[in-house]
Every structure is written in C-alpha cells, then in structure tokens.
C-alpha cells in the first residue's frame, strides 16, 4: 500500500519509521516532511494546511491510504476531504477533530457526561472574565478556546497575572480567532500523566503511558515549550489508576463523543492529572502528542499500519496492540533561544544509531546533501532498554554524540520518574 502521512515534525518521523516496518507498507510521502524524514520517506513541499494540494497529491499518486497527524489540518477537516475523494484515512474527521479544535466544546462534554476534570467557567466578553477573576482562587488556569500551538494556557499565579493574561489573549489577539473564547480554570495538583489511544470509535485501547518534560530547563524551570523530552511508561500509572481511567474517562469519553453525533476513529491523547481526588482530564488532543510518540511508538511490537487500517474499518480488537516490555526515552535537542529567538541553519552531525535507538528528526532542513537545523526543537535521540533507567542512559549516550552549533538540552530528562520509582 502507497501511504501519504500529513506532517513534517518528530511524532511524523516516528510514525513513519513505525509504518514502514509493516510488511504491507509501500512507498511512503510525507507532505512536508523534513530533512531528517527525507531518509525514510519522499517529502513533497505542500503545507500540512493546504487540504486542496494535499487532495491534488493524494489523487495524482493514487495512494492508498493517508495519515494525518497534526491537529491544524485535522480540525480543518483533512480528513472528511480525503475521505470524500476515496482515499481511506487514520484520523478523526473534523467533527470529531473539535474535542481539541474547542477547549470549550471539550469541557462542555465533560460536563455533560461526568468525566472528572477541573471546574471551570467559560467567558466570551474580557471584562466579564476580569471581573469573575476579581473572586477567583489563585492560581488559576487560562486557556485560549481553539488551537495555539500549544501555547495558549496561562497559569497565573495573581489577579494581575490573570487580568494580563485575558488581556493578552482577547483584546490583543496574541493568538487570533482562537481567543474569542476562553476558560479559567482551578488550578489543579498532581503527577501529570499523557495516554495515547487508539479508538475505532466504540472500543478504546490506551497505548503505553507516558511523562512529558514540558519547561525549557532542567528542575522544570523556564518558558514552556513544545516538550524537551519524554520517558514511557510513566511510574505513576499503576494498574489500579489504568482502571479508574478506563471505567471514569477513556471509555465514557468515546461513548460520549459517539451520543453526540460526533464518533472519535484515531488517536485521541488524554491529558492527564492525578490529584488527590482521583485523576482528571488536563486536556484532549485529537492526535498523536508529539514528543510522547517518540517514545510510545518504539515499544509497539504489533503492525501499526494494520492497527491504522483497523480503527478506521471500525474493527479494531485489544489484542491487536501489544507493547514490548521494558522502557524509552526520549531526549529532544533544540536551538539555544527555543522557544523564543533562535538561529538555524547550522549543520548537523549524527552518529550511526544501535539497536534499540532511534533519532527523530523534527526541525531540520537538506541544503544540498547537509542537514541543517531549521526549527526550535531540532531532533530527538531516543533508546529503549530493559529498564527505564538503562534508556534515560543510552538515550543521553546518543544525544551526546549529536552535534550542531547551539545545540542545548535538559539533564534531568526521566529524574522524577526515577525517583518516583524508588518512592
């Protein structure tokens, strides 16, 4: 089978490397691509957000299957269109797509069927929300409606934080349609835990769990980014906590979708806290998270493509994803300055990878036959091992032997999961 997948980061260049182990699996394109993924795939220059060059593509290779990964064409309604042309796909179509597209829309269905997350009021109107923030507890959670990059949650700590934050956001537009509406939210406590899922839309079947390393530096200190890192499985989801979830979130989460007209066939990301109070939703993502599938996608031991092909015949059975035992991380390296100002362009050096490890490229670019870095996060260097401390090390190994001018990078990638461990 010929499959296009729609994206150009790290979490594509996984999944294509998991993709192409399918003994089904024909050429490959990645609409864009990147450098890195270059190697292991045709990358054709049509924007993951061009749904009409996309189609155009998809028609004049014939391609048999697509894969869209990013949230923006996902939400955009990728997926519907591809469908509409014949092209069958792995993602949820756009009305689906909204559980990520609105955080309103999300915590509304929350709401209605009783999935535990944290409360909430919802405000259209800046001085409105000023206003309610006047009697909040702080600190609080402000969170931007629609889709921000994954930048549009503020934590503030003060009234003033928070007033500066609705300003930001709805008046100053910092980031556009995706602030007319927000939500402040009570602050909640807790290890922080990332479930990817596959769903055909009745059955829900969580993939390995996951702790993502969201702060620029070590100790979780600085701006937050994209994630500089991740390790599977995540020492605070235990087997009594898989079950809370599955029985209180996952399973009422697709039921709840498919009652309101809207069934969820993909990836569907809970993000999650676990509070005092039992664990809660933080957040959906109508995908793969990115970098939590670096380190989740190593350890499938099944056929992802015949997994893909599953959910979106709606046939998809527990026993067809089977994980390795054992353990991953992943370390990112990003250009000095991310996520603000940084330079690019700089040429990287990479070492021949072992069994076992893995190097996904995110933010680079081919000038000539050099790769060069061209993004903030740049790559990442994962590695699985018998034990999570064993990958934590030979990831660092790895990423060690990566060089590229203004290279940087967290030291403490996996600590609090090994000191969890040994709690």
Do not use: W
């Not at 790895?398 to 590229?404: E, K, P, Q, S, T």
């Amino acid at each position: 089978m010929d499959i296009l997948v729609v994206g150009g980061g790290g979490r594509e260049h996984a999944v294509i490397k998991a993709l192409k182990k399918s003994r089904r699996a024909g050429k490959i394109y990645a609409l864009p691509g990147n450098g890195g993924i270059a190697a292991d795939a045709e990358c054709v220059p049509v924007k993951a957000t061009d749904i009409d060059g996309i189609l155009s593509f998809a028609r004049a290779k014939k391609v048999d299957f697509a894969v869209v990964t990013p949230d923006d064409p996902l939400v955009l309604g990728c997926v519907d269109a591809l469908e509409s042309v014949g092209v069958p796909c792995f993602g949820p179509n756009k009305a689906a797509a909204i559980i990520e597209g609105s955080k309103v829309f999300s915590k509304e269905l929350m709401k209605k069927y009783n999935i535990p997350t944290a409360a909430s009021e919802t405000f259209t109107n800046a001085e409105d929300a000023m206003r309610y923030l006047e009697g909040a507890a702080f600190p609080a959670v402000i969170k931007a409606d629609g889709l921000a990059l994954g930048k549009g949650v503020v934590i503030a700590n003060t009234l003033e934080e928070g007033k500066a934050a609705v300003k930001e956001i709805m008046c100053d537009k910092v980031f556009g349609a995706s602030g007319n509406s927000i939500l402040i939210e009570e602050f909640l406590t807790g290890p922080e835990v990332s479930v990817l899922s596959f769903t055909d839309g009745k059955i829900v079947v969580p993939m390995l769990s996951s702790m993502d390393h969201k702060r620029a530096g070590d100790g979780d200190t600085g701006l937050n980014t994209g994630g500089m890192g991740t390790i599977a499985p995540n020492p605070y989801y235990t087997e009594e906590v898989a079950r809370e979830c599955m029985e209180k979130i996952f399973r009422p989460t697709i039921e709840a979708m498919a009652r309101e007209g809207r069934p969820f066939k993909g990836c569907l990301y809970f993000g999650l806290m676990l509070t005092p109070n039992g664990p809660k939703v933080i957040e959906y993502n109508c995908r793969f998270g990115d970098p939590e599938t670096q380190v989740v996608l190593p350890l499938l031991k099944s056929d992802l493509l015949e997994i893909m092909l599953a959910v979106r015949g709606g046939v998809l059975r527990e026993d067809m994803v089977r994980f390795e035992d054992g353990a991953a991380c992943c370390v990112v390296l990003a250009s000095a300055g991310y996520p603000k100002h940084y330079d690019a362009g700089y040429p990287i050096t990479m070492p021949t990878v072992g069994p076992g490890e893995e190097i996904y490229v995110a933010g680079a670019k081919l000038r000539g036959e050099e790769l060069v870095t061209a993004g903030g996060r740049v790559l990442g260097a994962v590695a699985t091992a018998k034990t999570l401390r064993r990958a934590i090390e030979r990831a660092y190994e790895l990423a060690d032997n990566i060089h590229f001018e203004n290279a940087y990078k967290r030291s403490d990638i996996g600590s609090r999961a090994l000191a969890a461990l040994e709690e």
